[in-house]
């Protein structure tokens, strides 16, 4: 596992720019797939890394500086590797802050020998989604692999650092919590079977006592799940897993005489007043063909399961799907369809119980070498980013829009991609591509509905030409976004750009630039032009000096209260690589 330290979490909270400049110099801050076998025949110390210097020049006119005029930003990282053992270290100063970072904020050994692979400190396992998965926990780990038909794996750590309460700063306090586990596998031919035992429990006397008001409580948890696939006959495949989860939600409460089986389980776990237990079953049976695979899912999560071992889990879902797979046309065409229903509400202790039909098929198409297409439709209701193109073309800097966090809850998604190459020749290769997405979604923040009914509709025309004799590629797209409800707007225009190598593509360079008009509720809003420069050089593949120009003009074209203004962003950058023979 690798961690981004917290040194730069806090970097990245105040000063994003110096962040992102100094992101390409961190290393993971890990020391992972250590080969102990190995030791003594790697070479005793190699040393390799990089370091880079940045300048940003910053502009602006008609409106008020949304930067520092001036900003430079110094980067490096060395890694250092003692007879295979990795130990990276970075660091980034700017005139905004400064920071060092090293590899034991947060810190994972993986040493293997033969069959036998460690986890030693910072660590995250994945035995399945209902009880432990990929929750980071500090301690000790391992997975063995034994010749024959058993693996092995257990974990024993600290799940949760005790976290003192603070009325001043009205945090959010924590118990430690400590936690163990073991995986036992077994496969022969066609059968595998897993079963897994998880236990996680708060150490009471760990932080001083709470409010009550607070509701945080300490907690017991015992995860016990058994797994398995098998082949029957010769097509038909079937697997599933059933997992019991029993939580004490308070072990200062009383013991307590209870029928479930997890209640018996001795040491493992103490049944008490505030215990509960809960269930989760999922099972698939595949049937499966040379030219297609039918099948069909089942899942049940019973209302208020948890496992201490995973970070975040749906509950209170029963669903079933149907789904296939089937390749047409001698292989030209693939076709997957999936369609089921999903409800909550299985314990009826809500006032309203939420059916939807869920779906989704996909298309993808191979005519020829020269065209191929593909199209998707899916009312599956899930979470994504929805922005649109032209926030990534009218940034100044990579980095303008790192913090934006814009989540929207997408319940129909319809996209459709095509690609055709006309005749390409020593002279002339081009490329014509066209893309169009729908998206019909409710914006939520939290539980709470802010736009519901929006759609969202984005289109990209493109064509590209590369000249091979002359070095030149030339690019020229048309971009559309239209979002339809509450706040109806679009922006749609041009781009066009240019790239092309010299001195034996040591230096290469690229110029583009861009027209876009804003509109809302039908009337337009602003337009903006973009232009940018850029050039590379390189030398020995070591050193690289790079020049970025980029100027932003928008004039307001509406009755509102937006300036017009202009911007203009210059950057200048040197880095330098070095490794180890």
């Not at 019973?302 to 071992?309: E, F």
């Amino acid at each position: 596992m690798n961690f981004l330290p917290l040194s730069v979490l806090r970097l990245a909270g105040k000063w994003p720019l110096a962040c992102w400049l100094a992101g390409a110099a961190w290393l993971p801050a890990s020391l992972y797939g250590q080969k102990m076998d190995a030791i003594g025949k790697e070479k005793p110390l190699t040393i390799s890394g990089s370091a880079a210097f940045s300048q940003v020049l910053y502009a602006a006119s008609g409106i008020g500086a949304r930067r520092a005029p001036y900003t430079y930003v110094a980067s490096g990282n060395v890694n250092l590797a003692l007879y295979g053992w990795s130990i990276p270290l970075s660091f980034s100063f700017s005139n905004q802050n400064i920071s060092y970072q090293q590899p034991f904020n947060q810190f994972s050994l993986n040493p293997t020998y033969k069959s036998v692979t460690a986890h030693i400190g910072y660590s995250g396992m994945s035995w399945s989604p209902y009880t432990v998965s990929g929750h980071i926990f500090f301690g000790g780990g391992a997975d063995v692999e034994a010749q024959g038909r058993w693996k092995f794996s257990g974990l024993f750590g600290r799940f949760l650092k005790a976290v003192e309460y603070d009325s001043a700063q009205r945090n959010t306090p924590a118990y430690r919590r400590m936690g163990y586990g073991a995986k036992v596998n077994y496969s022969h031919e066609s059968t595998l079977i897993d079963f897994i035992v998880f236990h996680a429990g708060d150490q009471l006397n760990s932080i001083a006592p709470l409010p009550d008001a607070l509701g945080v409580t300490p907690m017991e948890n015992l995860v016990v799940s058994i797994g398995a696939s098998q082949k029957i006959a010769s097509h038909f495949f079937l697997k599933g897993e059933i997992a019991s989860s029993a939580i004490s939600h308070d072990v200062r409460s009383e013991r307590s005489a209870q029928s479930h089986l997890l209640a018996k389980t001795g040491f493992l776990f103490k049944p008490r007043l505030s215990s509960s237990y809960y269930s989760a079953f999922k099972t698939s049976l595949d049937w499966q063909q040379s030219a297609y695979t039918l099948g069909m899912d089942y899942e049940r999560v019973a209302p208020q399961y948890r496992t201490l071992g995973a970070y975040y889990f749906n509950n209170d879902l029963e669903s079933i799907s149907l789904r296939g797979t089937t390749a047409l046309l001698k292989g030209k065409m693939t076709l997957a369809a999936s369609a089921g229903t999903q409800r909550d509400n299985l314990d009826h202790s809500k006032l309203s119980t939420l059916r939807r039909q869920v779906g989704s098929i996909t298309v993808n198409y191979a005519a020829s070498q020269q065209l191929n297409f593909s199209a998707s439709y899916s009312t599956f209701q899930a979470y994504t980013r929805i922005r649109s193109q032209f926030a990534n073309i009218n940034q100044l800097t990579p980095y303008d829009n790192l913090d934006t966090l814009n989540f929207t809850q997408i319940t129909k998604n319809v996209t459709w991609r095509g690609m055709y190459s006309p005749g390409s020749n020593k002279k002339r290769k081009q490329n014509i591509s066209l893309n169009f997405s729908y998206q019909g979604a409710a914006d939520k923040q939290g539980h709470d509905a802010q736009n519901s009914g929006m759609s969202f509709y984005n289109t990209n025309a493109a064509y590209d030409v590369t000249l091979p004799k002359q070095n030149l590629t030339i690019s020229f797209s048309f971009n559309a976004a239209i979002s339809e409800g509450a706040a109806a707007s679009k922006t749609l225009g041009p781009i066009l750009s240019l790239s092309k190598p010299f001195l034996d593509k040591k230096l290469k360079a690229q110029v583009s630039t861009t027209y876009n008009t804003s509109y809302s509720q039908g009337k337009a809003v602003n337009g903006i032009i973009n232009g940018r420069m850029g050039a590379t050089y390189t030398v020995k593949k070591k050193h690289s000096l790079n020049v970025n120009m980029t100027a932003v003009n928008r004039k307001n074209q509406g009755d509102g209260k937006a300036k017009s203004f202009t911007e203009f962003t210059g950057t200048i950058g040197y880095s330098y690589s070095f490794a180890a023979k």
